[in-house]
């Protein structure tokens, strides 16, 4: 199956996110499909710190992808932001 999850980077006590479109039986910051955005939970105030790309995320639900529980939020909380 095909998901759609966070792959971490990042330093030690920085991390950094990508959100990622992968085959679920891949470890966690293994290879992926495609980079559909990015999440940095200790952006500074003028950083952007979340931002996906709407089209591809819509793309892969319609092709049958399953969003983890946290990027699922996220997009969730963001979409409400942005109204």
């Known amino acids: 199956m095909v998901t759609i999850r966070l792959s971490r980077g990042g ?8 959100i990622v479109v992968t085959d679920s039986r ?12 990015y999440f940095n939970p200790v952006a500074k105030a003028q950083e952007t710190g979340f931002f996906i790309e ?8 319609g092709h ?15 979409s409400r932001q942005a109204e």
Request: charged letters at 30%.
């Open 26 to 37: 891949k470890r966690r910051d293994s290879g992926y499909i495609e980079r559909i955005g």
């Open 64 to 78: 049958g992808a399953q969003p983890s529980e946290r990027v699922a939020h996220l997009v969730n909380q963001h």
């Open 54 to 61: 709407t089209e591809r995320y819509a793309h892969w639900l």
């Open 11 to 18: 330093a030690k006590k920085r991390p950094f996110y990508s």
